[in-house]
């Protein structure tokens, strides 16, 4: 079974300071992983995602995640958060040895707040 | 350029009535989905289609119907509705069911009373 965590309900940073958001996942295979931010009354939205390769993955907006599989997390990362910034963020997981066609695992999502 | 259009965005039903939520996109997307977005629970899967024709179950399938005669269109009914189906309900589809990002609809409110 695949599964993902996302520890901090709400994380709060200031304008121009960096910020993380942390999500570790499980798998029984390698995975897929994926981040969407879902904005206020909206669908959510492709950030960036994880497949093969290189373990620093960047993305729309300024957003990079990296991949560390032995310590199975894939955090998102920004250098200088914005205001514009604060939305739900959602890590997600595929096992790509998944038998069947079965969808990602969302975890249950994170409040990012950039205070000005 | 409308991608994934899902309608209603809002629907309030008394207990054992039944709809039809409807999702369309216009991507050529073969695998098609649907999620119910609860508070603190993130996006669950309900069901889900990698192609015309065919579909299968996802972590909470209870309650719902799907079809895809379409590559376009994959509705979601609910035959009877309850109170636990009160919840934000969202279409995605992708290109590449494995690896490819998932487009989102903007999410059809159904409240149930």
């Known amino acids: 079974a695949q599964s993902v965590a996302q520890p901090e309900d709400q994380v709060n940073v200031a304008e121009g300071n960096p910020l993380t958001v942390k999500c570790t996942y499980s798998v029984s295979g390698n995975p897929y992983l994926f981040w969407y931010v879902q904005y206020p009354n909206r669908g959510l939205q492709f950030l960036l995602k994880y497949i093969t390769g290189d373990n620093l993955v960047k993305g729309s907006y300024g957003f990079e995640a990296e991949f560390n599989k032995s310590q199975t997390s894939f955090h998102l990362k920004k250098p200088s958060a914005l205001v514009s910034d604060s939305a739900l963020y959602f890590c997600?997981?595929?096992?790509?040895?998944?038998?069947?066609?079965?969808?990602?695992?969302f975890g249950k999502g994170t409040h990012l707040i950039i205070q000005p | 350029n409308a991608g994934v259009t899902q309608t209603p965005k809002f629907q309030v039903l008394k207990t054992g009535q039944s709809m039809t939520l409807q999702c369309a996109q216009d991507?050529?997307?073969?695998?098609m989905s649907w999620y119910r977005q609860d508070p603190g629970m993130g996006l669950r899967l309900i069901h889900y289609?990698?192609?015309?024709?065919?579909?299968d179950q996802g972590e909470v399938p209870n309650g719902y119907n799907v079809s895809r005669s379409t590559t376009e269109d994959f509705p979601l009914r609910l035959l009877s509705a309850a109170p636990s189906q009160t919840s934000v309900y969202f279409c995605a589809s992708s290109f590449r069911q494995a690896v490819g990002e998932l487009f989102f609809g903007e999410g059809s409110r159904l409240t149930v009373l």
């Open positions: 997600a997981v595929r096992d790509h040895q998944a038998g069947g066609a079965d969808g990602l695992t």
């Open positions: 289609s990698v192609g015309a024709g065919i579909t």
């Open positions: 991507m050529n997307h073969e695998y």
